[in-house]
């Protein structure tokens, strides 16, 4: 179980100290599915960052299984079994695929356990396993691939700061389908999603609300969602998708069919 007790963080600015997270104390219990929302700048990414190590709190505690971990680097929180995925995934030019599976796992493994990580996250591992991890592969393969490591280190709590960042709907609605997979799996661990997607927030065991930096709500699914979806807070995945198809087709339409071709767009996607 993960537990953060009143914990703060700042930046210095022109002003003087800028205050991001303030005062947030809450719990991530174990076999749960946790998603993180909120405006836009209310500290979101910066909690999960706090978490996982790459930043430190001015004051607070952050505790891990019962032992205290806020002093702790980003290497022995990992060790401890925090497993972080980046909005935007790292390439590792001049490492396959296997190479990095195998590096997660920290053990000597066959190349056909590591393409079981692979089929996990559905990625034919044929395809991939001997593939390098550089701009050669795409936003959604990236992100899949960074799963398929987290599976492999097996972490008692995986963090994913918006997966959907940099990604399209059809890699979207695959990731939706490992999250779900990843959930039906969960054993003696837990996962936490920072996300505003309408599609992530309704797979999650429990919903946490930050805006300004405080915890502002918390509570189920059913007790949170209906109140986030009369709010910015929550973003339907083809919003995104409607202004690049409206961009893409507008030289050789007019308004009118502009926006016919932008519902064919969404309704094509969502039914694919």
Sequence with gaps: MLELRNVSFGVDADEGKKEIIRDVSFTVPDDKLIVITGPNGGGKSTLARLIAGIEKPISGNIILDGEDITQMSITDRARKGIGFAFQQPVRFKGIEVFDLIRLATGKSISVADACS??????????????????????????????????????????????PEAGIDLWSFKNLIEVFEGMRKNINNSSILIISHQER?????????????????????????????????????????????????????????????????????????
């Excluded at 034919?124 to 987290?150: F, H, M, P, Q, W």
């Excluded at 979806?229 to 919003?239: F, G, P």
Aim: hydrophobic share 40%; glycine share 8%.
């Design 200 to 272: 992530i927030l309704n797979i999650a065991d429990e919903i946490m609300v930050i805006r300004d930096g405080r915890l502002a709500e918390k509570g189920t699914r059913d007790e949170i969602l209906p109140g986030l979806m009369r709010t910015d807070s929550a973003v339907r995945e083809c919003s995104g998708v409607n202004a690049n198809a409206a961009a893409a087709i507008r030289p050789q339409t007019d308004g009118a069919d502009v926006k016919n071709r932008e519902t064919e767009v969404c309704t094509d996607a969502s039914n694919g």
């Design 117 to 162: 990580y692979l089929s996990a996250v559905g990625l034919c591992a044929r395809d991939y396993i001997k593939r390098e991890v550089n701009a050669s592969l795409s936003g959604g393969e990236l992100k899949r691939i960074e799963i398929a490591t987290l599976l492999a280190k097996s972490p008692r709590l995986s963090v994913f700061d918006e």
